[in-house]
């Protein structure tokens, strides 16, 4: 009996044993872990290594992985933003490596751009718009200046960057607005730029070109629906605020 019981104990023991011995092997097995439980499991640096596939003679690919992270601050819109010089100082990765770590980013930012919620559901909020916005804007260290036309079922025209600035402030190109408005046959316009700053409030400089921006638009009876100003995880809106007439 002792035996039997000593025998069900060790064969339980080393099932338990073999049983944390896979979740071990899945954590350093990335394309398995994927497979397994979806890509939303995965942490930065595992999706990192699965575009990284090897690694060197003292690391795998999820340390090369590791490392290349700690070297952009743990930060993916710096790795986005990394030259290829950059990124091939990072041990284990050469060329090819960096060639796929760009292109997978590339694609992100043109994933992105695409009007994915055209046909499908209208801007119904500022909130709307944040989201749309944010995996564009969020991160950089420079004003960027963009507008997103509308129709009158505030349905998504399209989105496009009209203007790139400095730290502080970045010029709102009116006529190029108009211009791309009508060419679009837009009734409405959102106005959207960051501040890198983090303080989402507006400068009186921002609230004088929505004004002029807004005077421009009802020439040729197109409305300027808002203007939203995104800081890192917050925002601002001038229709919120009822800085602009139009009502979503």
Not at 61 to 74: E, F, H
Not at 111 to 116: G, N, Q, S
């Given at each position: 009996m002792f035996y039997v019981k000593t025998t069900l104990f060790l064969l339980s023991a080393v099932t338990f044993a073999l049983m944390k011995m896979k979740e071990l092997c899945l954590d350093d097995r990335p394309r398995e872990k994927m497979l397994d439980k979806g890509p939303s499991a995965l942490s930065n640096a595992e999706l990192l290594a699965i575009?990284?596939?090897?690694?060197?003679?003292?690391?795998?690919?999820?340390?090369?992985?590791?490392?290349?992270?700690?070297?952009?601050?743990?930060?993916?819109?710096?790795?986005?933003?990394?030259?290829?010089?950059?990124?091939?100082s990072v041990s284990g990765i050469g060329k090819s490596k960096?060639?796929?770590?760009?292109?997978?980013?590339?694609?992100?930012?043109?994933?992105?751009?695409?009007?994915?919620?055209?046909?499908?559901?209208?801007?119904?909020?500022?909130?709307?718009?944040?989201?749309?916005?944010?995996?564009?804007?969020?991160?950089?260290?420079?004003?960027?200046?963009?507008?997103?036309?509308?129709?009158?079922?505030?349905?998504?025209?399209?989105?496009?960057?009209?203007?790139?600035?400095?730290?502080?402030?970045?010029?709102?190109?009116?006529?190029?607005?108009?211009?791309?408005?009508?060419?679009?046959?837009?009734t409405g316009v959102i106005l959207v730029h960051n501040h890198p700053s983090g303080s989402a409030l507006p400068g009186q400089a921002d609230i004088r070109q929505t004004g002029i921006l807004k005077k421009a638009l009802q020439t040729c009876e197109i409305s300027l629906i808002d203007h939203v100003v995104i800081a890192e995880d917050s925002w601002y809106s001038f229709a919120d605020e009822q800085l602009v007439s139009e009502k979503f």
């Open positions: 575009m990284i596939r090897t690694g060197t003679g003292k690391m795998n690919a999820a340390d090369v992985a590791r490392t290349l992270l700690q070297k952009a601050g743990g930060r993916l819109n710096e790795v986005a933003d990394m030259p290829m010089e950059k990124l091939c960096a060639v796929t770590i760009a292109a997978a980013f590339e694609l992100g930012r043109r994933c992105a751009l695409e009007p994915a919620i055209r046909d499908k559901v209208a801007v119904s909020s500022p909130k709307t718009v944040f989201r749309m916005m944010l995996p564009l804007l969020k991160g950089l260290d420079h004003e960027e200046c963009w507008a997103i036309f509308l129709n009158r079922a505030n349905y998504v025209l399209g989105k496009e960057c009209m203007s790139v600035g400095g730290l502080e402030s970045t010029v709102m190109d009116v006529k190029a607005i108009l211009r791309r408005a009508l060419e679009r046959k837009a």
